[in-house]
């Protein structure tokens, strides 16, 4: 099942694996228990910095 939320700990909490994506293309895939919450919103919020126009 694929699920898609802002809610890191919904996520986390759901998941087996997450995978993260920036305009269409997939970033990162590891097990959910390898995930912090704050290392799942920097990988999110680091690809909008770098990518930023």
């Known amino acids: 099942m694929i699920v898609s939320?802002?809610?890191t700990n919904e996520i986390?909490?759901?998941s087996d694996t997450i995978?993260?994506?920036?305009r269409g293309e997939q970033t990162s895939i590891r097990p959910a228990?390898?995930?912090?919450?704050s290392a799942?919103?920097?990988e999110v919020m680091h690809r909008e910095d770098a990518n930023h126009d």
């Open 5 to 7: 939320s802002s809610d």
């Open 12 to 14: 986390l909490g759901l």
């Open 19 to 22: 995978a993260t994506y920036f």
């Open 33 to 37: 228990d390898e995930w912090t919450e």
């Open 40 to 42: 799942l919103v920097r």
